[in-house]
């Protein structure tokens, strides 16, 4: 296992059971901007994991390569793409709503760019190369996307 932190691999910020059944690469290369990207992005998520009371966090998706990307259906400016973005769920914690409430009042100091709650399944948090938006957001069980409430 190739560690990025404490609690997280590369192995699981890159499995994808697409890519997987469909053959694709998707592990970045070493010494690429995705591969340090994945490295940022696991240290939010450590501290991630300490707001959440140190509970073990699931990975569901971290990085896809813009082939495996294109095969789920994901956004075309996706920041899975980069790197930047995870889908992740603590059920020793809760619920991906109570994961998002958890999370809100952290989201400047952690520099969260987008933090969504999808709808009951999951916890999407993306980074940005950029200035941070700190978006809160709900998608709910139709797709439709609002403020987070």
Not at 88 to 117: E, N, W
Not at 125 to 146: E, F, V
């Amino acid at each position: 296992m190739t560690e990025l932190t404490a609690h997280f691999t590369l192995e699981e910020f890159t499995d994808s059971q697409t890519a997987a059944r469909k053959g694709i690469p998707n592990v970045p290369p070493v010494g690429s901007p995705e591969r340090a990207n994945l490295k940022r992005t696991a240290d939010v998520m450590e501290e991630v994991r300490t707001i959440l009371g140190d509970k073990p966090i699931l990975v569901s998706s971290g990085y896809r390569s813009p082939a495996v990307n294109a095969a789920v259906g994901g956004s075309k400016s996706s920041a899975h793409m980069s790197g930047l973005a995870v889908d992740f769920s603590c059920p020793g914690y809760g619920t991906p709503r109570a994961i998002c409430v958890a999370l809100s009042p952290h989201m400047k100091k952690l520099g969260i760019d987008q933090l969504i709650y999808e709808y009951d399944t999951w916890v999407h948090l993306g980074l940005t190369g950029g200035t941070p938006r700190h978006q809160a957001l709900t998608i709910d069980n139709k797709g439709t996307r609002s403020g987070f409430a």
